[in-house]
T-cell receptor
């Protein structure tokens, strides 16, 4: 079974500073994918970044980067140069690459507040 | 638009009534997923479709919940004899399959309130 743990219910960051949102996971699968989604107050789920378990380099997408430490089973999201529009809930999710197991397992989320 | 479309956006109904929620995935996406998000919680997987078949129904919470997909496109999630604990946001997502890095793209959800 897969499990995602996000231990930070809420985080604050000063505008223009960087922030790290923690995510650890538990799986016995060898091949899996890790995803981060942003959910603003409007409710939509916005895909941010993906990391494959066999990817040797950390994923980056603009101001988002994923600090992937496979041995520690962690996949922390780093947001650089925070903006007021980054205030939202952030969810870490995992999907097994086993056949038929295509759904995402989500953590409970971290609410990020960017302070002007 | 080109994204996942869900309707209605909001639904208020009385306990005991049946409800149908609709999802129109992104054109060409063969995989379709239903999730439920209770207030302040993460997303809970309900069911997954590949084409018109549902290889994974493991997340459906009870036999009051059912879903179908026709033509490899639109899906409906039906909740019979609704209960107050069914109140949640129901999110639909779609994706391509075959490539592990394909993300799921979500609709805006249906906010269901059971009185």
């Amino acid at each position: 079974a897969q499990k995602i743990t996000q231990t930070q219910p809420g985080m604050f960051v000063q505008e223009k500073e960087a922030v790290t949102l923690d995510c650890t996971y538990d799986t016995s699968d060898q091949s899996y994918g890790l995803f981060w989604y942003k959910q603003p107050s409007s409710g939509e789920m916005i895909f941010l970044i993906y990391q494959g378990s066999y990817d040797e380099q950390n994923a980056t997408e603009g101001r988002y980067s994923l600090n992937f430490q496979k041995a520690r089973k962690s996949a922390n999201l780093v947001i650089s140069a925070s903006q007021l529009g980054d205030s939202a809930m952030y969810f870490c999710a995992m999907r097994s690459d086993q056949t038929g197991a295509n759904n995402l397992f989500f953590g409970t989320g971290t609410r990020l507040t960017v302070i002007p | 638009g080109a994204g996942v479309s869900q309707s209605p956006s909001n639904k208020v109904t009385e306990k005991g009534k049946d409800v149908e929620l609709r999802c129109d995935p992104i054109s060409g996406h063969t995989a379709l997923y239903w999730y439920r998000q209770s207030l302040g919680q993460g997303l809970e997987f309900l069911i997954y479709f590949q084409g018109n078949s549902a290889p994974d129904k493991s997340g459906l919470p009870s036999d009051r919940f059912s879903a179908e997909r026709t033509g490899g496109s639109v899906s409906t999630l039906t909740i019979q004899r609704t209960q107050q604990e069914d109140s949640a946001v129901y999110l639909c997502a779609s994706s391509l399959v075959g490539t592990p890095n394909q993300p799921q793209h979500f609709g805006d959800g249906t906010r269901l309130s059971i009185l």
